[in-house]
Structures are given as structure tokens and as C-alpha cells.
């Protein structure tokens, strides 16, 4: 197991409502004539900051984040500071980890940013790290990059780069105390598979915002877990694309939040070639007072997108009162020549008439609402498929689940 620790790569200088509970938000489905992505899903995207104005809550995009619990980053007043983070790759035999300098022309290659606090982190770090797996290559161990806040603020470039029929599994594990803005490149390249585990499990205290790009090649696969559980603010922006036809991109999320958390997840998924496909389903927990969970999915089917199969889904479980859930599902239609496109949100309370079968059969009220919430996110848990990440992310569901009893 070859290792190598890169701590400069970070630390460096639409329409649509909130869900009631026990609602079920169809979201919004538009078809348009020509395709404007950047101006429908966000903010034109760009690497330059001067091009995004400061936001001041009103706009589409922000209106959900509390702008004065990101700590600077989305007015510019922020700067590193402090530690930083720590950062420690685990990487097998054959996997490239450098660090390298601004004019890597693999940098934006996924994508480019589409809000300011993207911009500001792409226009600060001073060195990113590029993780490349060659051609061909098939990995039997995960590849382990673990990013640890040891206070102060942040900025960060991170690429993971598969060759041609490249697999690999990745994780990408957050822990510590920092206030963070980075963004995040996957290239895929042709008949490529990649699966990416990120999981958000700060101290209480941390702020992080991350656009996650991907660029998906001809006839690839891609699958990303997101789990959050920690964090005092966590903005998370996954964006698919795809490089060619019969690219296939599954998007799985896991987060538990808790009293005075917020936790945001906006994702896109464009198609913008024919014949791909893509799987969005996202699952949350909500607990204590002021718990704020904020799902934004938006998927494009451009009009060249022929043959595009693809479905999201959202479901909010709310254990207590004072907890609140913003879930917007957003489907975009500029061709008719589809197989398939769907989307749904639903959030609501435990269901009494599962409470009362496990209770008629002599589990007691607490011990039968973990099972209904271990059931509700087994699924996505298990899309993991690493042992020793699956029995972390049970853990800390029972531990939170705990906190909620005490």
C-alpha cells in the first residue's frame, strides 16, 4: 500500500417550495425549446469570482442557505487561516497521487463553477492534488483520501482521474474542525467504472461547501455515495455531465440531521448526449429543533439527449417536532425521444402501522423506531459495498438515534 500525505492541497492560500410533513412535492417539469442550462439550473458558470455578485439570500440558489453561518465564504471576507485541513491519500500500487500546479489542464476539466463560493475556492488554492488510476487498471482496494480539519479556513482542488476501463472504488472521509470550500473533479474516461464515497461526518462545529464535478465518458459508469452527518453547515453540489453516449450515473445520498444543523444538497444531472442514463435517490432523517435538511434535484434532457432513461428521488423521515425539510425535484424536457424520465419527494412521520406491528409483537416503542430507521436508510447503506465504512455509517445512526432518546 503505497501512501502519501498532501497537506497543501488544502488549507493553501427553480421554482418550488418547502414540504410540509407528511407531504408529497411533485416538483416542477418544463419543456423548453433550446437549451440554457446555466442560466435555468444556477448562475452562468465561470472560474472567475468577479462574474458571480455577492448573494444576499433573495436569489434562487441561496434562498435556503443561512448566508451568515458560512462564515465569509460567500462574500469573499473569508481567507485561510489557521491548519487548515490535513490531507493523507492511501492509494494501492499504480495509482498516481501529485500535487500540481494551476495550469494542470485537468483542473475544470469536469466542469466549472457555477457559484461564488466555487469560484472563490477554484481561484485560491495554490496547489491540487490529481489522483489517476491508468488505463485498464482494476483496483481490488479502495482508494483512501481522508481530510481532516484542524481549525481555520480552507480552500481546495481535488481530481480523481480513471483511464480508459479503469475501476476503482474511492472514499473520501471528512472529519475534524475547518471551515472548507473546495471542489471536486471526477473524469471518467471510455468504459470506465468509478464508485466515490464522501462522508461529511465533522465536528459540530465545521462549515463546508463543495461543488463535485463529473465527467462521464462513452459507455462509463459512475456511482457516488454522499453521507452527511456532522457539521455545524454542510452545501454540497453534485453535477453530472456526460463525454459520450452509454454513460450511466447513479447518485446516492444518506443524511441525518440534527438539532441546529443545515444540510444541503443540490445536485444536477445533465444530459446532454443520447442514449445515457441516471438514478438519483437521496434519503434524510431529521431531528431536534431547527434541524434544516434542503434537497434541490434538477435533471436536464437536453434535445440531443435521445434515449435518456433516467428517475430521482427524495424521501425526508422527520423523527421530532421543529425540524423542517425543503425538497424540490426539478425535470426539464427539451426532447420527446426519451425511454424514460421520472421524479418524486415525499417527507412525513413514522408510520404508526409500522410502530404498531413491531409493538403488537413485543418490541418496545424506542427499540421499534430504530428498526424503522435502520430499514429506511438500509438501502442506501448498502450501495457502500466496504464493510468497515457500512458498520461506521450504522454506528452513527444508533448514536444518533441515541441522543434523540437522551
Not at 78 to 103: C, F, I, L, S, Y
Not at 108 to 131: H, L, N, T
Not at 165 to 189: P, R
Request: aromatic letters at 6%; proline letters at 4%.
Amino acid at each position: 500500500m503505497a501512501e502519501a500525505q498532501n497537506s497543501p492541497t488544502l488549507g493553501s492560500a427553480r421554482a418550488g417550495g418547502p414540504a410540509p410533513v407528511g407531504s408529497t412535492t411533485a416538483g416542477s417539469i418544463a419543456v423548453a425549446a433550446e437549451s440554457t442550462v446555466a442560466t435555468r439550473m444556477s448562475a452562468p458558470p465561470s472560474f472567475d469570482v468577479a462574474d458571480f455578485p455577492v448573494p444576499h439570500g433573495r436569489e434562487e440558489e441561496w434562498r435556503f442557505t443561512p448566508l451568515e453561518r458560512l462564515r465569509g465564504l460567500h462574500d469573499g471576507t473569508a481567507v485561510a487561516t489557521g491548519n487548515g485541513v490535513k490531507v493523507e491519500v492511501q492509494a494501492p500500487e499504480g495509482v498516481t497521487v501529485e500535487a500540481v500546479g494551476r495550469d494542470d489542464a485537468r483542473l475544470g476539466k469536469a466542469g466549472a463553477p457555477v457559484d461564488r463560493v466555487a469560484a472563490q475556492a477554484y481561484s485560491v488554492f495554490e496547489k491540487a492534488s490529481v489522483v489517476s488510476v491508468p488505463k485498464e487498471t482494476v483496483l481490488t482496494e479502495p482508494i483512501r483520501i481522508a481530510v481532516h480539519g484542524e481549525g481555520g479556513t480552507a480552500f481546495g482542488h481535488q481530481v480523481i482521474e480513471l483511464g480508459a476501463f479503469a475501476e476503482a472504488v474511492v472514499v473520501i472521509d471528512h472529519t475534524g474542525d475547518a471551515v472548507l470550500a473546495a471542489n471536486v473533479d471526477y473524469l471518467l474516461g471510455d468504459g470506465a467504472k468509478l464508485t466515490v464515497v464522501s462522508v461529511q461526518d465533522w465536528d459540530d462545529k465545521a462549515v463546508h461547501v463543495a461543488q463535485h464535478n463529473a465527467l462521464v465518458g462513452r459507455d462509463a459508469s459512475f456511482k457516488s455515495v454522499v453521507v452527511t452527518f456532522g457539521g455545524d453547515l454542510v452545501r454540497l453540489h453534485p453535477r453530472v455531465r456526460y463525454a459520450g453516449p452509454g454513460g450511466e450515473a447513479e447518485l446516492f445520498g444518506l443524511y441525518f440531521t440534527d438539532q441546529g444543523q443545515h444540510q444541503e444538497h443540490r445536485l444536477l444531472v445533465d444530459h446532454n448526449v443520447p442514449h445515457c442514463k441516471s438514478h438519483v435517490v437521496y434519503k434524510g432523517a431529521l431531528q431536534g429543533d431547527d434541524a434544516h435538511a434542503v434537497w434541490i434535484g434538477d435533471v436536464l434532457i437536453e434535445a440531443k439527449a435521445e434515449g435518456t432513461d433516467t428517475y430521482e428521488m427524495n424521501r425526508n423521515l422527520v423523527l421530532t417536532d421543529g425540524a423542517r425539510v425543503d425538497s424540490v425535484p426539478n425535470l426539464e424536457i427539451e426532447t420527446g425521444e426519451i425511454v424514460g424520465a421520472g421524479h418524486a419527494s415525499t417527507t412525513g412521520r413514522f408510520d404508526d402501522e409500522q410502530l404498531f406491528y413491531l409493538m403488537a409483537r413485543g418490541i418496545p416503542e424506542y427499540e421499534a423506531r430504530r428498526l424503522v430507521v435502520r430499514g429506511f436508510f438500509a438501502e442506501l447503506v448498502q450501495q457502500i459495498g466496504l464493510p468497515d465504512i457500512e458498520e461506521r455509517l450504522i454506528a452513527r445512526i444508533e448514536e444518533e438515534l441515541e441522543a434523540a432518546v437522551a
